[in-house]
């Protein structure tokens, strides 16, 4: 079994509508990440969790809500979606050693 | 912020052709990913370096810290190893998360 998983892995959507990724793990880690690729700009951080407790934002966040719901579950939420929000969603995690497992993405459209 | 930089975008080469992926960063970091995306979308890490060299198969990875540079080379080339390569840095305590480069896509022709 993959050791980081995300659901859904495809979802099309419209504009206004709420959306929630999700994304769960065996790594055992704390550290937990959400991130957005899009064509010519790569990979960018949207936010990031060290624990349960802990929510930071990353460097692309307006737009995006999240919630770690446990240590092996982060959560990430489109309250209000928009066409620019149309993205390859990533989730990862990271080990206290800078190690980096990505999950294996979810492509979303939004209409 | 950390700038990352890579060179080249894109590159297309023959099978067997030895190949080498540039990557530069701004400011002083704590590790160096490279990532591979192959089509179907998934991230695979490579490596990850904070100093000298790194050797797995065919892959090879170093990093000039004082230059602040790496390098990625492939030997014998094969057309499975067409996929997007990333580099990607850590700065800082390294707790919040990576610095991407926008990637470099290489196409082996057979």
């Known amino acids: 079994d993959a050791d980081v998983t995300q659901t859904p892995r495809n979802r099309i959507t419209k504009t206004g509508k709420r959306i929630m990724l999700e994304c769960s793990q065996t790594k055992g880690h704390d550290r937990m990440y959400w991130y957005r690729q899009d064509p010519g700009l790569g990979l960018r951080l949207i936010y990031y969790s060290f624990d349960v407790k802990d929510i930071n934002k990353g460097e692309i966040s307006d737009g995006y809500s999240v919630s770690r719901q446990a240590q092996a579950k982060f959560s990430l939420s489109l309250e209000s979606a928009i066409p620019n929000q149309t993205a390859l969603y990533f989730c990862?995690?990271?080990?206290?050693?800078?190690?980096?497992?990505f999950g294996p993405g979810t492509r979303l459209t939004v209409l | 912020k950390n700038e990352v930089e890579q060179s080249p975008q894109n590159l297309t080469a023959q099978e067997g052709e030895f190949i080498t992926i540039n990557c530069s960063y701004s400011v002083g970091i704590s590790a160096l990913h490279w990532l591979q995306q192959h089509p179907g979308g998934g991230i695979v890490s490579l490596f990850m370096l904070s100093s000298g060299k790194k050797k797995h198969g065919r892959l090879i990875a170093t990093i000039n810290i004082q230059e602040k540079h790496s390098s990625l080379h492939i030997t014998a080339s094969h057309p499975r190893d067409s996929a997007v390569y990333i580099c990607a840095v850590i700065s800082g305590g390294g707790a919040d998360g990576l610095t991407f480069g926008k990637g470099t896509h290489l196409i082996i022709q057979p």
């Open positions: 990862a995690t990271g080990s206290t050693y800078n190690e980096q497992f």
